[in-house]
């Protein structure tokens, strides 16, 4: 069963049903990584092109060997190889690569809402990679995948997102996923970097960290998103490290079966010790891992692909 929608542009909007349709087929396909020929026809005859505006490496990645492993035609597009950094809009850029008929655009724009005006101008299906500071869906249900795998369950579960709130797209597709599975979030950080209101998303806000991951069942941290900051949120990175930073003193006063997880990239010794990043709890590798299937799952849905037979 593929998804009955065009675009896949936010988690808000999807049903907790499309979902759980998507960590299905996501999980089905992890097998595919475990063969010694990774390449199944599902989207032979499809393209995939990835536009890429803004820098990635874990996410384009991921998206140009799903599309590979599935069998698409796959072009990658990055800002400073584009018409873009000649003067072109993102539209006339859009526009040019429809006329070259790709079946999907999977766009990365720093600014928010590029993935929904594409959506509307284009035929093709649009993937958003992430959307300034506002979405990051594909994050978000790869992180659902990595938690319903070692848990075996999402619904109860307990989650602290912790550190860059205001700026991070992944904390608002990952508090709208877990929400719509039946999972209690809390998010925690400076008081600068948690944007007031956030409380009519249906989470708890918290300042002290290790009163926060005393009792839940994943821990998330956050990239200080310094690049998107236009003043002075934290006095300095030594401090936001002794209050945010995950080590493993903190860690002490946290579940023994609690997870770690980060969206990557870590900046070490700042949102967490190396000890923490690579310690027994972390899943951040298995993060990886996934995304490559949930973005499979998501070019197969999308594209109504064929049964994935070898």
């Known amino acids: 069963m593929g998804l009955k929608r065009k675009d896949l542009l936010e988690i808000r909007s999807l049903e907790p049903a499309e979902i759980q349709t998507i960590l299905d087929t996501a999980a089905s396909m992890k097998e595919i990584a475990s063969r010694e020929i990774k390449k199944v026809p599902a989207l032979r005859g499809k393209t995939v092109v990835n536009l890429f505006l803004e820098p990635s490496t874990r996410t384009r990645t991921s998206f140009e060997i799903a599309g590979k492993w599935l069998s698409a035609d796959v072009i990658n597009v ?7 950094v000649k003067g072109e809009t993102l539209m006339d850029t859009a526009k040019n690569i429809e006329a070259m008929s790709p079946d999907c655009v999977v766009i990365r724009h720093s600014a928010s809402g590029a993935p929904h005006m594409l959506a509307r101008a284009l035929k093709c299906s649009i993937i958003n990679a992430g959307d300034g500071m506002h979405e990051h869906p594909t994050q978000a249900l790869l992180d659902l995948l990595t938690i319903r795998e070692k848990r075996g369950h999402l619904e109860g579960l307990s989650v602290a997102i912790v550190g860059d709130i205001a700026h991070s797209r992944v904390a ?3 508090i709208a996923g877990m929400r719509k599975m039946g999972m209690s979030v809390t998010v925690a950080g400076p008081p600068t970097l948690i944007p007031p209101g956030i409380e009519e998303l249906g989470v708890k806000v918290a300042y002290r960290l290790e009163d926060t991951i005393r009792d839940v069942d994943v821990i998330m941290m956050l990239r200080l998103q310094q690049e998107r900051m236009t003043a002075n949120y934290i006095p300095s990175l030594r ?3 002794r209050l945010y930073g995950l080590s493993l003193e903190k860690l002490a006063g946290a579940r023994d079966d609690v997870l770690i997880m980060h969206p990557g990239p870590v900046n070490r010794g700042i949102e967490m010790a190396p000890e923490v990043a690579d310690g027994p709890y972390s899943v951040i590798l298995e993060q990886v891992a996934n995304g490559v299937a949930v ?3 998501l070019l197969y ?3 109504g692909g064929k049964p994935a037979e070898a």
Do not use: H, K, T
Request: net charge positive.
């Open 78 to 84: 990055s800002g400073s190889s584009s018409s873009v």
């Open 172 to 174: 608002r597709s990952n």
């Open 239 to 241: 401090e936001y490290s």
């Open 295 to 297: 973005r499979m799952a």
């Open 301 to 303: 849905l999308l594209l």
